[in-house]
């Protein structure tokens, strides 16, 4: 009788090829990543000269969130930031260009306006943003209840009337002002006492799309730009910024606060008194990495983490700067994958076109969605 493989044998029989297989492409996937020119010109930094903070104490994980309802999940797409109009009515941009306005019940919405050139459905797609609008922070003018400043991703600083729709564009993105470098991700928008309007670029290199180069760049491409509505002029007020994101006017009306999304911490601006025009550190070594920022009524600020520096990995990626350099060389969206398929919603799928999947994986699991 001739002596019969085992099902192991045969498992390490099918297995030996494939393995083989899977090395010599990996080893070449790798060889080919290694000699790619680089999108990115990677520095080397520390988010702060301390640790993250432990998650205790104050900051203990809770589930109070969880007592919330949720509302609209399958209807609205990629909401951002939140506004409300004297009525006490809310209103937010979506992921396919729309801002909606929510009724004071929540039990209904209505489609107030869009800020792409087109509105239809594919508009929701990542490939889609740059035509379908993108709008991001929202703040109404001060003077005029149906005028609401916007900042589209993908546009600039826009202004769209709530009660017919139209939209204007008072800064272009793509041409902000002579001397100025174009922006490629505004962000967040306020206006000051004077009138005045500050809003951010988070960077004039990457955009919103690709974001996560700027996080493994680490450089400071984010500006603080500032609009003047009565002369229309525009300057960079403050620039350098790793991330500029959120942005809020301190109840006093002397300061403004920028979060500095890539170094975790939160920077303030003077808008008044001796140090008029410069900007310090209002709190720093946060324990994620922030995103917009909202006065409370308490007298402190409501700060949205875009991502839990858990694990470590956040902070050690960032003082290995070679390392996000090979991440840049060998990575890619959804949007260059599958541009008809990939949407731009927070969390979506982010994959390494390479054996890196697996830092990708830890990336997505660190909560690295949207900026």
């Known amino acids: 009788m001739q002596p019969q493989a085992s099902k192991s044998d045969g498992g390490r029989f099918r297995r030996g090829p494939f393995v083989l ?31 993250a903070p432990s998650f205790s104490g104050p900051l203990a994980v809770n589930d109070h ?16 930031s939140f506004v409300l109009d004297k009525q006490g009515r809310v209103y937010t941009g979506l992921g396919d260009g729309r801002v909606i306005r929510f009724d004071r019940e929540f039990k209904s919405f209505d489609t107030i306006l869009h800020t792409g ?25 001060p003077s005029y209840d149906d005028l609401l400043y916007i900042a589209d991703s993908y546009k600039g ?3 769209g ?3 017919s729709g139209q939209v204007k564009t008072l800064v272009d993105a793509h041409h902000p002002g002579e001397g100025i470098l174009p922006m490629k991700l505004t962000n967040d928008v306020t206006v000051v006492s004077n009138g005045s309007v500050f809003f951010t670029d988070s960077s004039n290199k990457f955009d919103r ?3 996560r180069m700027e996080f493994l760049e680490g450089g400071g491409n984010g500006r603080l730009l500032h609009y003047d509505p009565f002369d229309r002029t525009v300057r960079v007020a403050v620039q350098g910024l790793h991330f500029a994101n959120g942005i809020a006017v301190t109840p006093t009306g002397e300061h403004l606060l920028i979060s500095e999304t890539m170094r975790a911490r939160i920077l303030r601006y003077h808008l008044k008194g001796p140090h008029e025009g410069t900007v310090d550190v209002f709190v720093d070594n946060l324990p994620g990495l922030p995103d917009n920022i909202m006065p409370s009524s308490r007298g402190g600020y409501w700060v949205a983490l875009a991502v839990v520096r858990i694990y470590g990995l956040l902070d050690t990626l960032a003082s290995l700067p070679r390392l996000r350099n090979f991440i840049a060389k060998v990575s890619c969206s959804p949007s260059q994958l599958f541009p008809w398929q990939q949407h731009a919603v927070s969390g979506s799928l982010f994959l390494y076109c390479s054996p890196m999947f697996i830092i990708s994986y830890l990336l997505q699991r660190e909560g690295w969605g949207e900026g």
């Open 21 to 51: 297989i899977c090395g010599a492409l990996l080893a070449v996937g790798f060889a080919i990543a290694w000699s790619r020119p680089s999108p990115i010109e990677p520095v080397g930094f520390r988010f702060s000269d301390q640790p």
């Open 65 to 80: 969130l969880k007592r919330g309802k949720l509302l609209f999940s399958r209807d609205i797409l990629a909401p951002e």
């Open 209 to 211: 799309a690709s974001n």
């Open 161 to 163: 009337n709530v009660t």
């Open 117 to 141: 050139e087109i509105l239809h459905h594919q508009c929701g797609l990542a490939s889609m943003e740059e035509k379908c609008g993108r709008p991001l922070g929202l703040h109404f003018h």
């Open 157 to 159: 600083l826009l202004l």
